[in-house]
Each structure stands twice: as structure tokens, then as C-alpha cells.
């Protein structure tokens, strides 16, 4: 296959075999394409950036926030397995997200340092789960992932045992050191990026102007590691109330043909679409 081009839509085929052990669930499956782009971003840093769309053709604000994802722009609901949350999960990576898990809580209980209100954790079981699923049916059209607002970034480390080409965006400093630290636990390489994880103009996109993900005075994250949102095959995030439309929408204006986004909604709540091919 071309490396330089996306190609055919992947199959629906798992990537274990059938003779593999059951518990070998996690070994990282041989991407059917490195990359829906020509080069990472490690490669393209500091130099061969591609030129940004202009602003005047972004869409006007929503003036609703109750719309559907199939209404905030050419995103396809994917069907998610209603036994998802049974896959089974090997002892070494819930050791790793319990420890994850008791250093978050370490970090919010601490009285010597300002608490960062925007910063709450998912379901990382049920994530991980989701993007194992994702992951062995072969859905994604490369093998980049990014984690918006990574914060400790378990979810970014979860994707990279997968296999994935994890990076994660962080506007919190403090985060980011957390960060750091649960990847060298989890022993898996993560770009991590501090900066802004919405793509520069994204801000019109929502419709109201005091969504916790506006008004970060951050550099852009995109700019810093020289791609763009739609240089990703895969985007997890975890929107506040009210923001999922937004986060939609963002997804849908900014991200490549047939590129995925998995956002947690809440308590049991994981899902997934893509973005059309055409439009």
C-alpha cells in the first residue's frame, strides 16, 4: 500500500487469531496503515507545515446545544458491542490504571497546591475496553491517536500498549508532569504536548463562551508539534456537561475523512463515531 494515501476503508476483522490464548488480548496489532498521513509529527516538526484554512469559511455558532452528533456535521454514529464493558481486561493493565487512578486522587486531595477544578478522570476501564474493541475490528484508517486534554494521560498510555501512536495535548503544567510520570509507569512512549488541544478558530464553533474548554491562554498545541487535527486517526475526549456538541463539532470541522472520535460522556457512557468520507 501507497503510505502517501489513506486507501479502502478497513474490514471488520479482528486481529487476533483464532488459535491465539484468550488472555492475550493487548499485543499491538500490525497497523493496516502506519499512518492516513505522510509523515508523523516528529518527522514534519520544525519545518514542512502545511498552510491552515482561513477563517472565513468556518460555520456560524450553533444556537442550540441539544443537537445530535449526526446533526453537528457529517459524524456517523459507530455501534458499540452492548457487552463491551465484559471484555475482559489482563491483571498487569488494571494494576496500572489502579495506580493511576490512586495518584489522581493523591493529586486532588492535596491542600499545599491550587485544585484544578477542569480536571476530572474517566472510566479508564471502559475506555480501554472501547479502544481494544476500536483497535481489534480495525476501524481506523492510520495508527495516530490524540488524548484532548490528557491530563494524567491514562487514556493516551492505554492507547500506546494498543499500539497506537499515542499523543496527548495538556493546557495544565502540573498535569503534564503527572503525565509524564504514567507513561514511565505504564513503560509506553506518549508525545506530550503542553498547549490549546482545540485547532486555532475552533472557539466559533461554540455557542456559548463559557465552555471550561474556551479561554485557555496557551500556546496552540498543534502548532507546537508541527500537524493538525486532521494529521490524527483517532481522538479520545472527555467533554464537559454541555460540551459534547461542541466537541462534535469541532471533530467534524477540523478532522480527516473517516478519522474516529471516542468521547466519555459520564457513568457507562462511551461513544463513538466517524467522520463521513463525503460530505
Not at 479502502?8 to 488459535?19: K, L, V
Not at 455558532?61 to 452528533?69: I, K, M
Not at 463562551?209 to 475526549?237: K, M, N, Q, R, W
Request: hydrophobic share 40%; charged share 25%.
Amino acid at each position: 500500500m501507497n503510505p502517501d494515501s489513506v486507501g479502502p476503508q478497513p474490514t471488520a476483522s479482528t486481529c487476533p487469531s483464532a488459535d491465539q490464548p484468550p488472555d492475550i488480548r493487548y499485543t499491538p496489532c500490525e497497523p493496516n496503515n502506519l499512518s492516513h498521513k505522510r509523515f508523523s509529527h516528529r518527522q514534519i516538526a520544525g519545518g514542512n507545515k502545511r498552510s491552515r484554512r482561513p477563517e472565513a469559511d468556518l460555520p456560524a455558532p450553533l444556537g442550540r446545544s441539544d443537537r445530535s452528533a449526526a446533526d453537528a456535521g457529517g459524524l456517523q454514529p459507530i455501534a458499540l458491542p452492548r457487552t463491551i464493558d465484559e471484555t475482559p481486561i489482563i491483571p498487569e493493565i488494571r494494576q496500572q490504571i489502579e495506580r493511576a487512578r490512586d495518584r489522581i486522587q493523591t493529586f486532588q486531595d492535596r491542600w499545599d497546591q491550587p485544585q484544578i477544578e477542569q480536571f476530572v478522570a474517566s472510566d479508564f476501564e471502559l475506555v480501554f475496553q472501547t479502544l481494544t474493541w476500536i483497535v481489534e475490528q480495525r476501524l481506523p484508517i492510520g495508527n495516530r491517536m490524540l488524548e484532548w486534554g490528557c491530563g494524567f494521560a491514562v487514556v493516551a498510555a492505554l492507547a500506546a500498549r494498543l499500539g497506537l501512536d499515542a499523543t496527548g495535548i495538556e493546557a495544565e503544567q502540573r498535569l503534564l508532569k503527572e503525565a509524564e510520570q504514567t507513561c514511565q509507569d505504564f513503560d509506553v512512549p506518549v508525545d506530550l504536548v503542553w498547549g490549546n488541544f482545540l485547532p486555532p478558530g475552533a472557539e466559533r464553533l461554540s455557542h456559548n463562551p463559557d465552555f471550561p474548554s474556551l479561554g485557555h491562554a496557551v500556546p496552540c498545541g498543534y502548532e507546537t508539534i508541527g500537524a493538525d487535527l486532521d494529521d490524527f486517526a483517532l481522538v479520545f475526549g472527555y467533554p464537559w456537561p454541555g460540551e459534547w456538541v461542541f466537541h462534535e463539532r469541532v471533530f467534524a470541522r477540523y478532522a480527516a475523512p473517516g478519522a474516529l472520535l471516542v468521547l466519555f460522556y459520564g457513568p457507562n457512557d462511551v461513544r463513538a463515531f466517524r467522520k463521513s468520507l463525503v460530505r
